[in-house]
């Protein structure tokens, strides 16, 4: 499955929050898991109890951030394919490309 998510504090003192999410962004590239990461979501690949172990410890880290925190979740829930982190934006550009 392909999980992607935006977690960030809420409430906290300040306009940034790059700390908070560097300390999330840590956690799901510690895990090992491919995964990707840009401007808006952070995008991990893997079996269902490992991705949300996952999603739940950088929740955990940046919840030290503030009182309250924002998840934004979308899943591509496909059993029987790995790989799919690239394989779609493959796809993606090869058909852009015909």
């Known amino acids: 499955m392909l999980v992607a998510f935006s977690v960030a504090p809420s409430g906290a003192e300040g306009d940034s929050v790059h700390d908070a999410v560097a300390a999330a962004v ?7 898991l491919p995964n990707h990461t840009d401007s808006m979501f952070t995008t991990i690949e893997g079996e269902w109890d490992e991705v949300f172990d996952v999603i739940k410890r950088a929740t955990d880290a940046v919840a030290a951030f503030g009182p309250r925190v924002s998840l934004v ?23 852009l490309e015909e």
């Open 73 to 95: 979740l979308k899943a591509d829930i496909r059993p029987g394919h790995s790989g799919e982190l690239t394989g779609k934006v493959e796809r993606l550009e090869r058909a």
């Open 26 to 32: 840590r956690i799901v590239r510690e895990s090992g």
